[in-house]
T-cell receptor, first 112, second 114 residues
């Protein structure tokens, strides 16, 4: 699976959009971009995933650049409950029996 | 409510005393797995199961056993726990959508072995 690079930490004001970047310059054509988050000591939570098109769900939006070498997770209106570590993970398709590899992620602090 | 449940949530035990951590999911997922999380080491997979009666080792299986007799349950068994198994444990199940898998995690079990 391709390696990802994320900033160590970010701050965001409550109510503003949080934009979390991820670089995955070695991504290959059959690899998807996944985002998970982990609120302190809770189980990781799936957020969203995509291949090359932008995706949106009730939690977030995922913007993938045209060359697929980077992506941005957008939380449109961050709340204090969005404070967590966010993980960008690249995985090949049909990889259900392989473990998720969580890197160090980005620690997002939402500030009142 | 769709969820993965684990019990117990917290457990303190002594070396050598067999224990079982239960995991159950109500989403009819075929794929389930166990992870442990340790400071500085991140999440590491212990065992996984692709379906009933099908289990396989993950990255750190030593000292653990699992079984998958029913689709919804995937217990983790420590036959003779040791202090190096003190950790935070997560069970997960996966939903397949096309060629991708979304994993759903339980709330975690914090185990201390003295």
């Amino acid at each position: 699976d391709a390696k990802t690079t994320q900033p160590t930490s970010m701050d965001c004001a409550e109510g503003r959009a949080a934009n979390l970047p991820c670089n995955h310059s070695t991504i290959s054509g059959n690899e998807y971009v996944y985002w998970y988050r982990q609120i302190h000591s809770q189980g990781p939570q799936y957020i969203i995933h995509g291949l090359k098109n932008n995706e949106t769900n009730e939690m977030a939006s995922l913007i993938i650049t045209e060359d697929r070498k980077s992506s941005t997770l957008i939380l449109p209106h961050a709340t204090l409950r969005d404070t967590a570590v966010y993980y960008c993970i690249v995985r090949v398709e049909d990889s259900g029996n392989t473990p998720l590899v969580f890197g160090k992620g980005t620690r997002l602090s939402v500030i009142a | 409510e769709a969820q993965v449940t684990q019990n117990p949530r917290y457990l303190i035990t002594v070396t050598g005393k067999k224990l079982t951590v239960t995991c159950s999911q109500n989403m009819n997922h075929e794929y389930m797995s166990w992870y442990r999380q340790d400071p500085g080491l991140g999440l590491r997979q212990i065992y996984y199961s692709m379906n009933v009666e099908v289990t396989d080792k993950g990255d750190v299986p030593e000292g653990y056993k699992v079984s998958r007799k029913e689709k919804r349950n995937f217990p983790l068994i420590l036959e003779s726990p040791s202090p190096n198994q003190t950790s935070l444990y997560f069970c997960a199940s996966s939903r397949r959508t096309g060629a991708t898998y979304e994993q759903y995690f339980g709330p975690g079990t914090r185990l201390t072995v003295t």
